[in-house]
């Protein structure tokens, strides 16, 4: 899938300029897309708190214009950035790439930057989460792009542009842009693209890529590259996969297999520990996603964390938290870097959440695990060419979704019609808890490719040591099916709401839906969404609540009920003692008391919330800002709102 991260390090002509930083406001803004460059997604403020946080209103809101006019696969779009707030601006991007720059206190436009990507090309995602900043700390305030906007394209670009005005930043690679197509291996027109902020360190830009799933074995390759963040000028690359057949040999690889296969792109957002001077890699699968007989064997940095030397991309350290990837279980999440006190004393730790509802977490310095980290047994394959990994590893931190297998008697319905049609639906598949491989019958994905836990990722308290996560819990369904019997069951209308890949290069293709009631709902009983608080401290779940109600996803006269919803999109926390999110199919922000999980708020929105909210102090008030667009895959309105939330002034 996706991924965008930056670095800085003076190198070349750049060398003997001073480092550049990330931003010059003071603590309680909202620099980068995660909050901080290590993604705790919190806003050291309590003007709004507890006590107050029924009075918010809206304080005001803006309109991007983008509703996907001409734009191929307009069904897709979504609107999940995160804005972030520098030298006095508030910084976002739509879905389609372009840039906007808008006063934090009214919410008016100061600039526009449109990228004019090909609105005809059908792009395998459609979305852009957000920008990052950079400031010339050698620079006078006001010089022509000592303050740089960046972001990667959906046609995969990466675009420097003057904080103050929006234009492109001339001395920039190609006036203004680097074109990452440039070196990669060809593939078909909008499956290589940048869906995720970069991040900085010093004064190097690092992206990485969102590449389109299952399309067959020989996809683009998951290199990760640095950039001058002045010149443009590229410094280093690190490749997942083995580009030589000792390396392939030396890290368990076939040297052919690992020539052809692709992907295990980092798609994500990554991290970056300024003062270690690492920046923290989620990996995706190699390619394909559901059958990995063409790639043998555990497949070393795909479905990893990897931390890499932010000055030269040397590998540092890394874990593999999924072997040999048959689920589509990429690392999703961005690495979130906190300081855990254990044992009597504080370790520098990275947490990593996953599709598999699991939290891993590490010494940052060492990749030793804070929690232990055992390898489990797994059910085995029935696959003709395909070979599993015996085990997988599970850590000791609590796991956020149920890992039992989806049985017969786990049916849920709304009458006796629907529960007795899932209950036959469950008895006809494969079904034997987490890991239970793809086959031909038919394998219950439990928990399904979405999550778990998704590129919303996690927010941190460290006061309280909690991690807050938001959890999808909506298995899924996943066919192979013979190349010979491929393109027949693709074009028959026995599978209206499947979604078919062709895993090209391998004996199968493949098929995968929701595990669903004739009436269209998930066939296990809610929640299908939760969110939840962990706390390090107890290692132990402190609270779990569901997430979002019915509304938006029945007609008006139906009750709406708090079943706990699928969402997508992530939290945020703020020393007010509230976490804030989106995220559900209802429109709704929400603000939980991050003591007990109750929820103490929840402010109406135009359209769908799939983003992460964001917080900052303007002119003294307290605002909360969310992107509410809405979410093309999972159905929910579409929109076009920026929308802003404050107390009565």
């Known amino acids: 899938m996706q991924a965008g991260?930056?670095?800085?390090?003076?190198?070349?002509?750049?060398?003997?300029?001073?480092?550049?930083?990330?931003?010059?406001?003071?603590?309680?803004?909202?620099?980068?897309?995660?909050?901080?460059?290590?993604?705790?997604?919190?806003?050291?403020?309590?003007?709004?708190?507890?006590?107050?946080?029924?009075?918010?209103?809206?304080?005001?809101?803006?309109?991007?214009?983008?509703?996907?006019?001409?734009?191929?696969?307009?069904?897709?779009?979504?609107?999940?950035?995160?804005?972030?707030?520098?030298?006095?601006?508030?910084?976002?991007?739509?879905?389609?790439?372009?840039?906007?720059?808008?006063?934090?206190?009214?919410?008016?436009?100061?600039?526009?930057?449109?990228?004019?990507?090909?609105?005809?090309?059908?792009?395998?995602?459609?979305?852009?989460?957000?920008?990052?900043?950079?400031?010339?700390?050698?620079?006078?305030?006001?010089?022509?792009c000592a303050h740089r906007i960046l972001m990667g394209t959906l046609d995969a670009r990466l675009i420097a542009l003057d904080g103050r005005t929006g234009r492109p930043c001339r001395d920039f690679g190609n006036g203004g842009k680097v074109d990452l197509n440039e070196g990669v291996r060809a593939g078909s027109a909008g499956n290589y693209l940048v869906t995720s902020p970069p991040a900085?360190?010093?004064?190097?830009?690092?992206?990485?890529?969102?590449?389109?799933?299952?399309?067959?074995?020989?996809?683009?390759?998951?290199?990760?590259?640095?950039?001058?963040?002045?010149?443009?000028?590229?410094?280093?690359?690190?490749?997942?996969?083995?580009?030589?057949?000792?390396?392939?040999?030396?890290?368990?690889?076939?040297?052919?297999?690992?020539?052809?296969?692709?992907?295990?792109?980092?798609?994500?957002?990554?991290?970056?520990?300024?003062?270690?001077?690492?920046?923290?890699?989620?990996?995706?699968?190699?390619?394909?996603?559901?059958?990995?007989?063409?790639?043998?064997g555990d497949n070393n940095y795909a479905n990893s964390l990897v931390a890499l030397h932010a000055e030269t991309g040397a590998i540092a350290w890394h874990r593999q938290l999924v072997h040999h990837d048959l689920w589509d279980y990429d690392v999703p999440a961005q690495p979130m870097l906190i300081d855990i006190e254990r044992d009597n004393k504080s370790i520098p730790a990275v947490v990593q959440a996953t599709k598999t509802g699991m939290l891993f977490v590490f010494d940052r310095e060492t990749g030793e695990p804070v929690f232990e980290v055992v390898e489990r047994p797994v059910p085995q394959t029935d696959v003709a060419g395909e070979t599993i990994s015996p085990t997988q590893p599970f850590p000791a931190t609590p796991a956020l979704v149920s890992h039992a297998a989806v049985t017969p008697q786990d049916a849920w319905g709304l009458t006796f019609y629907d529960r007795g049609k899932c209950r036959d639906l469950i008895s006809h598949y494969r079904s034997e808890g987490i890991f239970t491989p793809p086959s031909l019958q038919g394998t219950i994905e439990s928990p399904g490719f979405a999550g778990g836990v998704n590129w919303g990722s996690t927010a941190f308290d460290s006061e309280r040591q909690l991690v807050i996560a938001a959890v999808n819990h909506i298995p899924m369904v996943v066919t192979l099916i013979p190349r010979e019997q491929f393109d027949a069951a693709r074009r028959s209308d026995a599978w209206p709401d499947s979604d078919f890949a062709a895993q090209t290069g391998t004996p199968y293709g493949v098929r995968r839906e929701l595990l669903a009631s004739p009436f269209g709902l998930p066939c296990t009983a809610p929640p299908w969404g939760t969110l939840a608080a962990i706390d390090l401290r107890r290692n132990a779940i402190r609270w779990q609540v569901m997430l979002g109600s019915t509304r938006d996803m029945t007609p008006w006269f139906v009750p709406a009920p708090t079943l706990g919803m699928p969402n997508m999109g992530g939290p945020m926390v703020t020393d007010g003692g509230l976490a804030f999110i989106g995220a559900a199919t209802d429109n709704y922000l929400r603000a939980f008391d991050i003591e007990t999980g109750r929820e103490l708020w929840k402010g109406r929105l135009p359209a769908g919330g799939q983003a992460t909210p964001m917080s900052y102090e303007a002119n003294g008030r307290q605002f909360v800002v969310i992107a509410a667009g809405g979410h093309g895959k999972l159905g929910t309105k579409r929109g076009d709102h920026v929308v802003a939330f404050a107390l009565p002034e």
Do not use: M
Not at 10 to 37: F, H, K, L, N
Not at 57 to 63: G, H, K, P, Q
Not at 266 to 288: E, H, I, N
């Open 5 to 144: 991260v930056l670095l800085g390090l003076a190198i070349c002509s750049a060398s003997a300029a001073p480092p550049g930083r990330q931003s010059d406001d003071d603590e309680s803004q909202w620099g980068s897309y995660g909050g901080d460059p290590g993604g705790n997604r919190h806003a050291p403020l309590q003007q709004i708190n507890r006590q107050n946080v029924r009075q918010l209103e809206i304080a005001w809101t803006y309109r991007t214009g983008e509703l996907g006019a001409d734009f191929a696969r307009a069904e897709n779009l979504t609107f999940e950035a995160t804005p972030i707030l520098v030298r006095g601006s508030l910084y976002l991007s739509t879905a389609t790439n372009i840039v906007i720059a808008l006063d934090p206190v009214t919410g008016q436009q100061r600039w526009r930057y449109d990228p004019r990507i090909d609105r005809t090309r059908r792009y395998s995602e459609a979305t852009s989460r957000g920008v990052s900043s950079w400031i010339d700390a050698a620079a006078e305030p006001t010089a022509a």
């Open 200 to 296: 900085i360190y010093r004064n190097i830009a690092i992206v990485g890529s969102a590449i389109g799933d299952n399309g067959g074995v020989e996809l683009q390759r998951g290199i990760v590259r640095a950039f001058d963040v002045r010149s443009g000028k590229q410094l280093w690359s690190w490749d997942p996969i083995p580009t030589s057949s000792e390396e392939a040999t030396r890290r368990g690889w076939q040297p052919q297999s690992a020539q052809r296969t692709g992907a295990a792109n980092a798609w994500s957002v990554l991290s970056v520990d300024a003062g270690r001077g690492l920046v923290f890699v989620p990996t995706g699968s190699a390619s394909p996603d559901y059958y990995g007989g063409e790639r043998k």
